[in-house]
């Protein structure tokens, strides 16, 4: 029998949501939105899973979801079908019957996927990248690099961090203040591990990003929320915090542009934190995770730089800078008690970094392809961030709130009305657009906007989804009157 379908699906491990939960669900919009019909067969469990790359376990847990919730149908010795009993299946075939021909075909769109801000590939120097790293091994002192090397990374490329970081960010650090890593949220990992222990608390922005947040939990802390304003983290809540908890051990901020919302962390608000930190003695666990993507004068400057702070771990990560796949973030810190502990737990869990990329990406920075690559790619992004402010302005300006960010690769938008976000996403997930659910920028309760990136899709596909997002909001927002 013939298979036609192909299941459109790419594991998002930001997602709290188990795997074999992200497969059924998105095959349950398949057959929502008609990519799948009433008596079409799935593919054997063996076979998908061989096509998403993953254990058969995990197709078999998600089938067996599917006919739990009675949305497939198993038929002995044939095999996984498309229950034909769903009234809402039925509807769909009925549209199908009478519909025009395009919009048929518009069902079986590959969906429109809304990342947390990811770059766009196709203009990444990937070339320039394959050419540096082939001529590494061509050298003749190339069996040297084979071995093992320094836990924290090459002692050159840490040099070439360590001047960019003081050149471009004002910041006052040496090569072995530095530890390279396997992309920022191995930096994030490695000091949780080694800052906190069970017991200790951490002040994180609420909303704020998930991923560190388990990093920290996973290291036995617990975490404090502080809201979030057009202003950055808002200290009134971290001042409330420190007196009412005797355990804090650090703050988690993001305030060159606070993931997700976008905003700056203002001067005042700066100087004030690090004289909290300074006053408590607790250390600031600084992500800047886009400095690079920057429209005005110039960035602003880190928390880190101020020579006045005490204690700081500052995370930085160049994959959005050479290549999305490539896994180089590093973390600066003056505490070479800190800096001691991490080298000594990544030679336990990775023995050291990818050497050989470490040359090639130096090898690009010296002579000058990662500087041409910034600029070009900063006039690129600019360019569609105004467009998409344009579509927004065209589509969206009466239901909900944004403003134009001075940097980085996504905009915040706060619809005016509170609304039903699961409702929101089920219903632009039948329209083939993929947004993050709220709740996954949440501490308790989930916050009434989302963030809309644009780095990595076409000026098409931001126009038509912003179109349709505009739709399913004004029509959810004249339902929660």
Not at 381 to 407: Q, W
Not at 427 to 454: A, T
Request: glycine share 6%; proline share 4%.
């Amino acid at each position: 029998m013939l298979r036609p379908w192909k299941l459109e699906f790419e594991i998002d491990k930001k997602l709290e949501k188990a795997v074999y939960l992200q497969i059924a669900d998105t095959i349950i919009a398949d057959i929502r939105s008609g990519r799948l019909a009433a008596g079409d067969a799935l593919p054997g469990s063996r076979n998908l899973a061989l096509m998403l790359k993953i254990n058969r376990n995990t197709v078999v847990e998600a089938y067996q979801v599917l006919i739990n919730e009675e949305w497939v149908i198993s038929k002995e010795r044939k095999g996984i079908f498309v229950s034909e009993k769903l009234p809402v299946l039925q509807e769909r075939l009925s549209e199908k019957r009478t519909a025009p021909e395009e919009n048929v075909s518009a069902l079986n769109r590959p969906v429109i996927n809304f990342d947390d801000g990811h770059p766009d590939s196709k203009i990444a120097p990937v070339a320039e990248l394959a050419r540096a790293y082939r001529q590494i091994f061509n050298r003749k002192a190339k069996w040297q690099m084979m071995g093992y090397g320094n836990e924290h990374g090459d002692i050159e490329f840490r040099k070439v961090i360590s001047q960019m970081l003081n050149h471009q960010r004002g910041m006052h650090i040496n090569e072995n203040e530095i530890s390279i890593t396997r992309g920022s949220q191995m930096a994030m990992f490695l000091t949780a591990q080694c800052l906190l222990k069970a017991g200790d608390q951490v002040i994180v922005e609420n909303p704020g990003y998930k991923p560190a947040w388990k990093a920290f939990e996973y290291a036995g802390a617990e975490l404090l929320p502080a809201g979030v304003d057009h202003e950055g983290i808002i200290i009134e809540d971290i001042e409330k915090l420190l007196t009412e908890n005797q355990n804090i051990k650090a703050i988690y901020i993001t305030p060159h542009r606070q993931y997700p919302t976008t905003v700056t962390l203002s001067l005042t608000r700066r100087l004030k934190l690090i004289e909290l930190s300074n006053q408590y003695g607790i250390t600031i666990i600084e992500d800047d995770y886009d400095n690079e993507f920057h429209f005005g004068y110039r960035p602003i400057l880190p928390v880190s730089s101020f020579a006045e702070l005490n204690s700081y771990v500052y995370i930085g990560t160049l994959s959005k800078v050479v290549a999305p796949a490539l896994r180089i973030g590093y973390l600066a810190s003056k505490d070479p008690n800190m800096i001691q502990k991490i080298g000594d737990l990544r030679k336990i869990i990775d023995v050291q970094g990818d050497v050989i990329m470490e040359q090639a990406v130096l090898q690009l920075i010296k002579e000058g392809t990662v500087k041409k690559h910034i600029k070009k790619a900063t006039v690129h992004y600019k360019n569609k961030r105004d467009l998409v402010f344009y579509f927004l302005e065209k589509y969206l300006k009466d239901i909900a709130d944004f403003t134009l960010p001075e940097g980085g690769l996504a905009f915040w938008i706060a619809p005016r009305k509170k609304l039903n976000w699961d409702a929101v996403s089920a219903l632009l997930l039948e329209k083939n657009i993929n947004i993050i659910h709220p709740q996954q920028y949440s501490h308790d309760r989930i916050i009434n906007g989302f963030r809309l990136s644009y780095g990595s899709l076409s000026e098409e596909q931001l126009e038509l989804s912003i179109k349709i997002i505009s739709e399913v909001l004004k029509n959810e927002s004249a339902r929660s009157k």
